[in-house]
């Protein structure tokens, strides 16, 4: 028992080390967010010195330490994954911030296990938990995020339609969504106008923005300039037609999404209510749990149902899951 309040007491002290570390990083603002987009999307642009030395002057002062910590840390292949998708949830932390998050997240839910359960193995399922929590956060943000983005370029398609059509060039037209359109669009168009007017050229500028927002509809869009400004040819009126299919299959996927929500839902609730009352269960009354988990040696029980208890736990989740991915694939309706 002393060994586990050691523990408890070195993952408490790591954990407040990491959250003083966090927020000490945190301080480094916007232009440390912006200089990781300007990471994310590759682009090879130059700045004058007069730039860099008007940057590090905004720049809140940090570390050598905390530096290259940074750049060590999102030069790895998997830093480089996690700063592509902070980017596109648009989260304004960095990779080292996310990792030290993901570090309390394991101790917290490791932790909350233990003092819970009691056993080795759900303090191990625990950690495991809490890794892969700021990771379905951030999965959540992408999708949140990538749907409004979806909801707006219909409308911002049209603008520049209307901005093209009064006399706009292609760049004015961009900028003009991204002062009239609110975020997510605005940020991410204002961010091509930014790239085009540091001296990237705009097919390699749209292509990042793709990289940033995986939406289909933005690729045919990009698709569609780049087609026309090869063979020529109205593209405001390409433009509107575009704009118009987009804003018909919002309307048609909101429509599907009204009618498919109940389905939805219910496997969700189907899918995640047995696991989550088999441990309430189990927190509960231990033993009466116990005996299909456990044998009867190790938790002192006169009955028991192992092997069978095990049989009963992995049908019921073969079986859960089965539904589950059944009823997604129906619900799963594209346009």
Known sequence: MLVVWIILGLGLLLTLGIIIAGVVLSRRGDN???ERLERVTSADVSRTDEDAGEASANRPSESALTQKLDQVIEERGLGRNVAVDLARADLKITVAEFWAITVISVLLTAGLAWVIYRGWIFL??????????????VKIRQRGRLKRFNDQLGDGITLMANGLRAGYSMLQALDAVAREMPPPLSLEFRRVVQEVGLGVEQERAFNNLVRRVPSDDLDLMITAIGVQSEVGGNLAEILEIIGF??????RIKGEI???????QYSGYVITVLPVILGFILYAMNPLYVGRMIFSCEARGLDTCAQPCGWIMIGTGILSVTVGFFAMRKVTDIEV
Do not use: D, N, S
């Open 32 to 34: 440390a967010a912006l």
């Open 124 to 137: 191990l399922l625990g950690a495991v938990g809490g890794y892969f929590i700021p990771k379905m956060f």
């Open 245 to 250: 299919v987009i804003r018909e299959r919002v």
């Open 257 to 263: 999404r009204v009618l498919t929500a109940q389905a």
